[in-house]
């Protein structure tokens, strides 16, 4: 498994996707020392590239696609206002199996990074 966490420092989360960006980032380095490859990348600023930001939008099947696209989020919001989760089964994949933050529907409300991260952990 790979898991690649995207923020911007610089940017504060929207309310409607609202992410604790360093909690986060704790539980990506907590994946990281169970041996999970996982990496938060903080964007300072710069535009995520447009490969990953493509591969969420596209990679995951619709019931767990992230809220990245036309009726969510776009490019510019990727990593920045909307922190970003990609989840991929194996460390060569180039697209996620799963994206965060998304619409659950057995949950019936959006699961976010954080969230997504607790319930990695508790996997590994």
Same mark, same amino acid.
Request: aromatic share 8%; charged share 25%.
């Given at each position: 498994?790979?898991?690649?966490?995207?923020? +911007?420092?610089?940017?504060?989360?929207?309310?409607?996707?609202?992410?604790?960006?360093? @909690?986060?980032?704790?539980?990506?380095?907590?994946?990281?020392?169970?041996?999970?490859?996982?990496?938060?990348? +903080?964007?300072?600023?710069?535009?995520?590239?447009?490969?990953?930001?493509?591969?969420?939008?596209?990679?995951?099947?619709?019931?767990?696609?992230?809220?990245?696209?036309?009726?969510?989020?776009?490019?510019?919001?990727?990593?920045?206002?909307?922190?970003?989760?990609?989840?991929?089964? @194996? +460390?060569?994949?180039?697209?996620?199996?799963?994206?965060?933050?998304?619409? +659950?529907?057995?949950?019936?409300?959006?699961?976010?990074?954080?969230?997504?991260?607790?319930?990695?952990?508790? @996997?590994?």
């Amino acid at each position: 498994m790979k898991v690649e966490f995207y923020y +911007d420092s610089t940017v504060t989360p929207g309310a409607t996707f609202s992410c604790d960006n360093a @909690k986060a980032a704790e539980l990506v380095n907590q994946l990281a020392a169970k041996g999970v490859n996982a990496k938060a990348s +903080d964007l300072k600023g710069q535009q995520v590239a447009f490969m990953t930001y493509n591969a969420a939008l596209t990679g995951p099947k619709a019931q767990v696609r992230a809220v990245f696209g036309a009726k969510g989020a776009l490019q510019e919001d990727f990593g920045k206002t909307v922190p970003a989760l990609l989840v991929f089964e @194996k +460390d060569a994949d180039r697209y996620p199996t799963e994206a965060f933050p998304r619409s +659950d529907k057995e949950l019936q409300r959006t699961l976010g990074c954080v969230e997504a991260l607790e319930l990695l952990l508790q @996997k590994v």
